[in-house]
T-cell receptor, first 111, second 113 residues
Protein backbone atom coordinates (compact mmCIF):
# COMPACT_ATOMS: atom_id res chain seq x y z
CA UNK A 1 0.00 0.00 0.00
CA UNK A 2 0.90 3.65 -0.22
CA UNK A 3 3.45 4.83 2.33
CA UNK A 4 5.09 8.09 3.17
CA UNK A 5 8.46 8.23 4.87
CA UNK A 6 9.22 11.21 7.05
CA UNK A 7 12.64 12.34 8.23
CA UNK A 8 14.16 13.11 10.61
CA UNK A 9 12.33 11.38 13.47
CA UNK A 10 13.57 13.91 16.01
CA UNK A 11 15.15 17.34 15.81
CA UNK A 12 16.50 19.44 18.64
CA UNK A 13 17.25 23.08 17.79
CA UNK A 14 18.20 26.22 19.64
CA UNK A 15 15.53 28.89 19.63
CA UNK A 16 16.06 31.07 16.58
CA UNK A 17 17.50 28.30 14.42
CA UNK A 18 15.70 26.99 11.35
CA UNK A 19 14.02 23.58 11.09
CA UNK A 20 13.03 21.40 8.16
CA UNK A 21 11.15 18.10 7.96
CA UNK A 22 10.87 16.03 4.80
CA UNK A 23 8.21 13.67 3.52
CA UNK A 24 8.96 11.20 0.72
CA UNK A 25 6.94 8.71 -1.29
CA UNK A 26 7.89 6.16 -3.94
CA UNK A 27 4.65 6.89 -5.81
CA UNK A 28 3.15 10.08 -7.18
CA UNK A 29 0.89 11.78 -4.69
CA UNK A 30 -2.39 13.48 -5.54
CA UNK A 31 -2.03 15.82 -2.59
CA UNK A 32 -0.27 16.16 0.74
CA UNK A 33 -1.45 17.58 4.01
CA UNK A 34 0.55 18.75 7.01
CA UNK A 35 -0.56 18.54 10.63
CA UNK A 36 0.96 19.67 13.93
CA UNK A 37 0.41 17.81 17.19
CA UNK A 38 1.48 19.48 20.43
CA UNK A 39 2.60 17.23 23.30
CA UNK A 40 -0.51 15.65 24.82
CA UNK A 41 -2.68 17.16 22.12
CA UNK A 42 -4.34 16.17 18.89
CA UNK A 43 -3.34 16.74 15.24
CA UNK A 44 -4.20 20.20 13.93
CA UNK A 45 -4.48 20.76 10.18
CA UNK A 46 -1.93 23.23 8.84
CA UNK A 47 -2.17 23.13 5.06
CA UNK A 48 -2.83 21.07 1.94
CA UNK A 49 -0.68 21.08 -1.21
CA UNK A 50 -2.06 19.85 -4.50
CA UNK A 51 -0.06 21.27 -7.41
CA UNK A 52 3.36 20.20 -8.65
CA UNK A 53 6.04 22.57 -7.35
CA UNK A 54 3.56 24.37 -5.12
CA UNK A 55 4.96 26.61 -2.38
CA UNK A 56 2.78 28.04 0.39
CA UNK A 57 3.73 30.21 3.33
CA UNK A 58 2.14 30.73 6.72
CA UNK A 59 4.14 33.35 8.62
CA UNK A 60 7.42 31.56 9.50
CA UNK A 61 6.30 28.24 7.95
CA UNK A 62 7.03 27.39 4.31
CA UNK A 63 5.51 24.30 2.70
CA UNK A 64 6.71 22.85 -0.59
CA UNK A 65 5.41 20.10 -2.89
CA UNK A 66 8.00 18.55 -5.18
CA UNK A 67 7.91 18.92 -8.95
CA UNK A 68 7.35 15.18 -9.34
CA UNK A 69 4.75 15.21 -6.52
CA UNK A 70 6.69 12.52 -4.67
CA UNK A 71 8.05 14.63 -1.84
CA UNK A 72 7.21 17.57 0.35
CA UNK A 73 8.89 19.66 3.00
CA UNK A 74 7.98 21.94 5.87
CA UNK A 75 10.51 24.62 6.80
CA UNK A 76 10.26 26.78 9.90
CA UNK A 77 12.35 29.94 9.99
CA UNK A 78 13.69 31.20 13.33
CA UNK A 79 12.02 28.62 15.56
CA UNK A 80 10.24 29.64 18.74
CA UNK A 81 9.33 27.57 21.79
CA UNK A 82 5.73 27.63 20.59
CA UNK A 83 6.81 25.54 17.58
CA UNK A 84 7.44 22.52 19.81
CA UNK A 85 5.46 19.45 18.78
CA UNK A 86 5.30 16.65 16.23
CA UNK A 87 4.78 17.53 12.60
CA UNK A 88 3.07 14.96 10.39
CA UNK A 89 2.66 14.78 6.67
CA UNK A 90 -0.40 12.87 5.47
CA UNK A 91 -1.71 11.69 2.12
CA UNK A 92 -5.36 11.14 1.30
CA UNK A 93 -6.09 7.80 -0.35
CA UNK A 94 -8.87 7.64 -2.92
CA UNK A 95 -12.40 8.52 -1.90
CA UNK A 96 -12.38 6.46 1.27
CA UNK A 97 -11.43 9.39 3.44
CA UNK A 98 -8.35 7.51 4.51
CA UNK A 99 -5.37 9.62 5.49
CA UNK A 100 -2.00 7.88 5.51
CA UNK A 101 0.26 9.59 8.01
CA UNK A 102 4.02 9.68 8.03
CA UNK A 103 5.84 8.72 11.22
CA UNK A 104 6.17 12.36 12.22
CA UNK A 105 9.08 14.60 13.14
CA UNK A 106 9.23 15.68 16.77
CA UNK A 107 10.70 19.15 17.21
CA UNK A 108 12.24 20.27 20.49
CA UNK A 109 13.27 23.92 20.84
CA UNK A 110 15.76 24.98 23.50
CA UNK A 111 15.19 28.51 24.77
CA UNK B 1 -18.82 27.02 17.11
CA UNK B 2 -17.98 23.83 18.94
CA UNK B 3 -15.23 21.73 17.44
CA UNK B 4 -15.18 17.97 17.23
CA UNK B 5 -16.13 16.59 20.63
CA UNK B 6 -15.22 13.14 21.89
CA UNK B 7 -16.22 11.26 25.01
CA UNK B 8 -15.00 10.00 27.31
CA UNK B 9 -11.57 11.67 27.48
CA UNK B 10 -9.98 8.81 29.37
CA UNK B 11 -10.98 5.21 29.89
CA UNK B 12 -9.47 2.19 31.63
CA UNK B 13 -10.76 -1.25 30.66
CA UNK B 14 -9.79 -4.83 31.40
CA UNK B 15 -8.72 -7.32 28.74
CA UNK B 16 -11.72 -9.01 27.14
CA UNK B 17 -14.11 -6.17 27.86
CA UNK B 18 -15.93 -4.07 25.30
CA UNK B 19 -15.75 -0.30 24.87
CA UNK B 20 -17.79 2.34 23.06
CA UNK B 21 -16.29 5.69 22.13
CA UNK B 22 -18.39 8.63 20.98
CA UNK B 23 -17.81 11.53 18.61
CA UNK B 24 -19.81 14.58 17.57
CA UNK B 25 -18.54 16.29 14.42
CA UNK B 26 -18.48 19.98 13.70
CA UNK B 27 -21.98 21.22 12.88
CA UNK B 28 -22.61 20.75 9.18
CA UNK B 29 -19.86 18.17 8.71
CA UNK B 30 -21.23 14.91 7.34
CA UNK B 31 -17.98 12.94 7.27
CA UNK B 32 -16.52 11.31 10.37
CA UNK B 33 -13.34 9.27 10.51
CA UNK B 34 -11.74 7.29 13.30
CA UNK B 35 -8.00 6.89 13.88
CA UNK B 36 -5.89 4.98 16.37
CA UNK B 37 -2.67 6.58 17.54
CA UNK B 38 -0.20 4.50 19.47
CA UNK B 39 2.39 6.44 21.45
CA UNK B 40 5.22 7.63 19.25
CA UNK B 41 3.50 6.85 15.96
CA UNK B 42 1.27 8.61 13.46
CA UNK B 43 -2.49 8.06 13.50
CA UNK B 44 -3.71 4.89 11.77
CA UNK B 45 -7.00 4.97 9.84
CA UNK B 46 -9.79 2.76 11.20
CA UNK B 47 -13.05 3.87 9.55
CA UNK B 48 -14.69 6.65 7.62
CA UNK B 49 -18.42 7.31 7.49
CA UNK B 50 -20.15 9.75 5.20
CA UNK B 51 -23.88 10.34 5.23
CA UNK B 52 -24.26 7.34 7.56
CA UNK B 53 -22.58 4.93 5.15
CA UNK B 54 -19.19 3.31 5.64
CA UNK B 55 -16.87 4.69 2.98
CA UNK B 56 -13.58 3.22 4.10
CA UNK B 57 -12.12 0.68 6.47
CA UNK B 58 -8.53 0.36 7.57
CA UNK B 59 -6.54 -2.76 8.36
CA UNK B 60 -8.13 -3.49 11.73
CA UNK B 61 -9.74 -6.75 12.95
CA UNK B 62 -13.48 -7.31 13.03
CA UNK B 63 -13.44 -6.56 16.74
CA UNK B 64 -13.55 -2.93 15.64
CA UNK B 65 -16.88 -1.61 14.38
CA UNK B 66 -18.49 1.78 14.01
CA UNK B 67 -21.67 3.50 12.98
CA UNK B 68 -22.93 6.96 12.19
CA UNK B 69 -26.26 8.31 13.34
CA UNK B 70 -28.77 10.57 11.52
CA UNK B 71 -27.32 13.61 13.32
CA UNK B 72 -23.86 12.58 11.95
CA UNK B 73 -22.45 11.72 15.36
CA UNK B 74 -20.59 8.44 15.48
CA UNK B 75 -19.65 5.59 17.77
CA UNK B 76 -16.61 3.33 17.64
CA UNK B 77 -16.96 -0.05 19.32
CA UNK B 78 -14.13 -2.38 20.19
CA UNK B 79 -14.89 -5.88 21.46
CA UNK B 80 -12.69 -8.37 23.28
CA UNK B 81 -10.12 -5.75 24.20
CA UNK B 82 -6.43 -6.63 24.02
CA UNK B 83 -3.53 -4.91 25.74
CA UNK B 84 -2.41 -3.73 22.29
CA UNK B 85 -5.61 -1.74 21.88
CA UNK B 86 -4.28 0.78 24.38
CA UNK B 87 -3.97 4.00 22.39
CA UNK B 88 -5.36 7.45 21.73
CA UNK B 89 -8.49 7.16 19.60
CA UNK B 90 -9.08 10.19 17.47
CA UNK B 91 -12.22 11.25 15.68
CA UNK B 92 -11.99 13.66 12.75
CA UNK B 93 -14.68 15.44 10.79
CA UNK B 94 -14.66 17.02 7.39
CA UNK B 95 -17.15 19.00 5.37
CA UNK B 96 -16.79 16.96 2.21
CA UNK B 97 -13.70 14.87 1.70
CA UNK B 98 -10.23 14.59 3.08
CA UNK B 99 -9.04 16.99 0.38
CA UNK B 100 -10.12 19.87 2.58
CA UNK B 101 -8.25 18.75 5.66
CA UNK B 102 -9.67 17.16 8.75
CA UNK B 103 -10.51 18.68 12.12
CA UNK B 104 -9.58 16.29 14.89
CA UNK B 105 -11.14 15.98 18.31
CA UNK B 106 -9.05 15.83 21.47
CA UNK B 107 -9.32 12.06 21.49
CA UNK B 108 -10.13 9.31 23.95
CA UNK B 109 -7.16 7.82 25.79
CA UNK B 110 -7.94 4.10 26.21
CA UNK B 111 -5.84 2.01 28.56
CA UNK B 112 -6.38 -1.75 28.61
CA UNK B 113 -5.02 -3.55 31.68
Amino acid sequence: GQQVMQIPQYQHVQEGEDFTTYCNSSTTLSNIQWYKQRPGGHPVFLIQLVKSGEVKKQKRLTFQFGEAKKNSSLHITATQTTDVGTYFCAVSSGNTGKLIFGQGTTLQVKP
Amino acid sequence: DAGVTQSPTHLIKTRGQQVTLRCSPISGHKSVSWYQQVLGQGPQFIFQYYEKEERGRGNFPDRFSARQFPNYSSELNVNALLLGDSALYLCASSSRSSLYGYTFGSGTRLTVV
